[in-house]
C-alpha cells in the first residue's frame, strides 16, 4: 500500500470514527424514545408522552440547517479540521448531559424543556458536523473516486444506529428490568463522553484538507461564505436542487427505512423491544456493506440514477413491505393452540393500595407468543385507598408479540431491503453534494441543503408518520397502519420527478462560480 493510500485510510478513520460517535449520541435518543417518553413527560396519557418524545427527537432535526449555517460559515473561514473537533465536543457534552437529566417525576416541565434544550444543541453540533467530514475526506480522495471513499463516511450513519442498539441491548441484559427502568436507561447516553473524548483525542493530530490549504494559500477562500454561497443566483439554484432533487427524497428514505421501521415494530406490531431492535440491527450489519458498492458504483455510471433508483424503489414498494410487516403478527390470521394458553394474577403493594397484574399467554402454530398484560387496581382496594391515590392509578393494557423461524427470517429480510433504498440513495450523496460546489463555499453550500433535507424532511418523519397513522386509526380505516407511509411516499415522489428532470452528469464544483 502506497503512502497516499495510507494516508486517506488515516482520514477515513479518524473522520469516520468522530462522525460514528455523533451519530450514536445522535441515535440514542430515538432508540429509547419509548422509554424516555415515560421519563421526562407526564405518564397520565402515554400516547402523548411518545408523541412529544417524537416531537423533542424531530427538534434535534430542525436545527440542524442552522448548525449548517453556522459551522458551515467557520468551516469555510477557518477550516474543516478544527470545525468538527468543535461538533464532536458539543454533541459529545449534550448527550452526557441527556443522561444526567432528573426526571419529570422529580423535577416536573423542567425536565422536557432541558431534554429539549439539550436536543436542540445536539441537533446544532450534528447540522456541523456532517459536512465537515465528508468535506475533509472527499478533498483528501483522488478524482473520479469520490463516491468510493466518501461512501465509507456514510456507513456511520447506520454504524452509529447500530451500535446504539447493541449498547442499549447489552444494558437491557446486564440490568434487571427495573434497574433499566430506575437508570440503567441512562448508561448508553452517560458511556458517550468516554468515546466521544477517544476520537477528540485521535482527531487532534489530523492535518487540515489538501484542498483547502492551497486555497487559503493562494489567497481564494472565502471572505463570506454565507452571501456568497446563497446571495448568489447562479449557487442558490444548485443549491436548491441539491434540496429538491436530491437530499429531501434521501431524507425520507433513509429515516423510513431505519426509524419509522423501528417504531412501526414497536408500536404497531407490538413486537418485543429487544426482539425489534435486534431485527433491526441483523438488517443494518447486512445491509451497511452496500453503501461503499453504491458509492462506487456511482464512480462508474453518475449520481444520479443510482441515487433515483433507491428513491424509486421506495416509493413502489414501501405500502407492500409493511402491510407484509403487519401480517407477521396479525393474530388475527393465526391458529392458536388454545390447550397452550396461560394466565398468571400477581399482587404487586403500591402506594396507591394492591395492584394487579394479570398476564395471559397465548401460543400460535407458527411459533408466535402473545403476551397481554393488564394491570388493575381491585374495587376494594381502590374504596381503602385515598382520593388521590385511586386518581393516580390508571388501569393500562400492553401487549408484546414475540416471533420465530420463517417469520423471523421474513422481517429481517422486509427491514434488510429498507436498508438496501437507504444505501442506494444515501451511498453516494456526499460526493454529489461535494462536487456541485466550489471549494472556497463548499462546507456552507453542501451542508445546507442536506441538513434540510435530512433534518427537515426526514427528521419530521417519525412525528408526521406517526400523527398520520392514529389519526386514520381514530377515524376507524381498517389499514391506518398503512397510513403513515404517505408521506415519505410523496416527498420521494416529489424528489425523484424533480431529480429526473433538472439533474444532470455535468454539475460539479467548475460548473458553479460565484
Same mark, same amino acid.
Given at each position: ?42 405518564a397520565d396519557n402515554p400516547t402523548a408522552a411518545f408523541l ?56 416536573? @416541565? ?5 431534554? #429539549? %434544550?439539550? $436536543? !436542540? =444543541?445536539?441537533?446544532? *453540533?450534528?447540522?456541523? +458536523?456532517? /459536512?465537515?467530514?465528508?468535506t475533509y475526506v472527499a478533498e483528501h480522495s483522488p478524482e ?17 444506529? @447500530? ?5 442499549? #441491548? %447489552?444494558? $437491557? !441484559? =446486564?440490568?434487571?428490568? *427495573?434497574?433499566?427502568? +430506575?437508570? /440503567? ?40 461564505? !454565507? ?288
Open positions: 500500500m502506497n503512502n497516499a493510500k495510507k494516508t486517506l485510510w488515516k482520514v477515513i478513520g479518524a473522520s469516520s470514527l468522530g462522525t460514528l460517535i455523533e451519530w450514536y449520541d445522535f441515535f440514542i435518543f430515538g432508540s429509547l424514545s419509548i422509554v424516555l417518553s415515560t421519563k421526562f413527560f407526564p412529544s418524545t417524537l416531537a423533542t427527537f424531530a427538534a434535534g432535526f430542525v436545527v440542524r440547517p442552522f448548525g449548517a449555517l453556522f459551522f458551515g460559515r467557520l468551516g469555510d473561514l477557518i477550516g474543516r479540521k478544527y470545525t468538527f473537533m468543535v461538533t464532536l465536543m458539543l454533541m459529545g457534552g449534550a448527550t452526557f448531559l441527556i443522561g444526567c437529566t432528573p426526571s419529570y417525576e422529580s423535577i416536573g @416541565f423542567l425536565a422536557p424543556l432541558i431534554v #429539549l %434544550l439539550l $436536543r !436542540l =444543541l445536539q441537533g446544532l *453540533a450534528l447540522g456541523g +458536523e456532517y /459536512g465537515g467530514a465528508a473520479g473516486q469520490r463516491g468510493y471513499w466518501t461512501s465509507w463516511i456514510q456507513t456511520t450513519a447506520t454504524f452509529g444506529l @447500530f451500535i446504539s442498539l447493541v449498547v442499549i #441491548l %447489552l444494558t $437491557r !441484559l =446486564l440490568l434487571t428490568e *427495573a434497574q433499566f427502568d +430506575e437508570w /440503567g436507561w441512562r448508561v448508553p447516553f452517560v458511556l458517550s463522553i468516554f468515546m466521544v473524548y477517544v476520537s477528540y483525542l485521535i482527531r487532534k493530530n489530523m492535518d487540515e484538507s489538501p484542498e483547502f490549504k492551497r486555497a487559503k494559500s493562494e489567497g481564494k477562500t472565502a471572505k463570506s461564505p !454565507l452571501r456568497e454561497s446563497f446571495g448568489n443566483t447562479y449557487n442558490l439554484k444548485f443549491v436548491l436542487l441539491a434540496l429538491f432533487g436530491a437530499a429531501m427524497g434521501q431524507g425520507v428514505v433513509w429515516y423510513t427505512g431505519q426509524f419509522y421501521s423501528m417504531s412501526f415494530m414497536k408500536t404497531v406490531m407490538f413486537l418485543d423491544t429487544d426482539q425489534a431492535d435486534l431485527i433491526l440491527g441483523i438488517a443494518l450489519l447486512l445491509g451497511t456493506p452496500f453503501f461503499v458498492v453504491f458509492g462506487k458504483l456511482s464512480d462508474r455510471l453518475g449520481r444520479k440514477w443510482v441515487m433515483l433508483t433507491g428513491m424509486l424503489l421506495a416509493i413502489l414498494t414501501y405500502r407492500p413491505i409493511y402491510e407484509a410487516m403487519y401480517q407477521l403478527t396479525n393474530i388475527e390470521k393465526k391458529t392458536e393452540q388454545a390447550d397452550l394458553r396461560r394466565q398468571t394474577v400477581m399482587a404487586k403493594e403500591t402506594a396507591a393500595g394492591q395492584i394487579l397484574e394479570e398476564t395471559i399467554t397465548k401460543y400460535f402454530t407458527d411459533g408466535t407468543t402473545v403476551k397481554h398484560i393488564t394491570t388493575s387496581m381491585p374495587a376494594l382496594a381502590q374504596d381503602g385507598g385515598t382520593q388521590d391515590e385511586a386518581v393516580q392509578f390508571k388501569p393500562s393494557q400492553k401487549t408484546t408479540v414475540l416471533i420465530s423461524g420463517i417469520n423471523y427470517v421474513c422481517l429481517v429480510i422486509l427491514i434488510f431491503v429498507q436498508i438496501v433504498y437507504i444505501t442506494l440513495v444515501y451511498g453516494p450523496i456526499a460526493a454529489f453534494l461535494v462536487e456541485m460546489f466550489p471549494v472556497k463555499i463548499r462546507y456552507t453550500s453542501m451542508s445546507l441543503p442536506y441538513h434540510i433535507g435530512n433534518g427537515i424532511f426526514g427528521g419530521l418523519l417519525p412525528a408526521v408518520s406517526t400523527y398520520l397513522a392514529t389519526n386514520a386509526q381514530l377515524q376507524g380505516k381498517v389499514d391506518f397502519y398503512l397510513s403513515g407511509l404517505w408521506y415519505p411516499i410523496g416527498v420521494a415522489g416529489v424528489c425523484f420527478i424533480i431529480g429526473a428532470i433538472y439533474i444532470s452528469k455535468s454539475m460539479n464544483a467548475n460548473a458553479v462560480k460565484p
